[in-house]
């Protein structure tokens, strides 16, 4: 594969140029070599990477856990039980999440699911804002 530069790259993963460099500036992207011209020039290796951090990114996982399944990724021959723990508790913050949004989603029909379209002063939306006794939940 010829050297890419870092507009190609971009291209071929689909990551904004300023995103590539800023995952190099924070170490998940090793540094690119420079040319004489000192343009960055990128191989294989980092699309392949790139494109890792890319999909992880929209997994949803925080930088951190990228750069620990990163380590993990360079050394295959090690057990995949970190990667696993990683996963699952990416996956309990994710149904975390849910959970909360699920309940945030059941208090908001139930506030405009009485909202009768008349003045502010006897609009639903307005009173349970103002008096968390209307809601349904103790928290949220």
Known sequence: MQP?????????TG????TIRYYESIGLLPEAPR???????????????????RHARELGFEVEAIRQL?????????????ADLLARAHLAEIESKIARLESLRA??????????????????????????AHC???HH
């Open 4 to 12: 890419l530069t870092i507009g190609a790259l971009a291209a071929q």
């Open 35 to 53: 040319t004489d011209s000192n343009r960055r020039t990128y191989d294989a290796a980092a699309v392949r990477r790139l494109r890792f951090i």
């Open 136 to 138: 349904l939940h103790d």
């Open 107 to 132: 208090e908001l029909r139930e506030m405009v699911g009485h909202c009768e379209q008349g003045q502010v002063r006897t609009c639903h939306v307005i009173e349970v804002l103002a008096d968390h």
């Open 15 to 18: 990551v904004k140029i300023p």
């Open 70 to 82: 990163l380590t993990l990724a360079d050394d295959p021959g090690q057990p995949c039980r970190q």
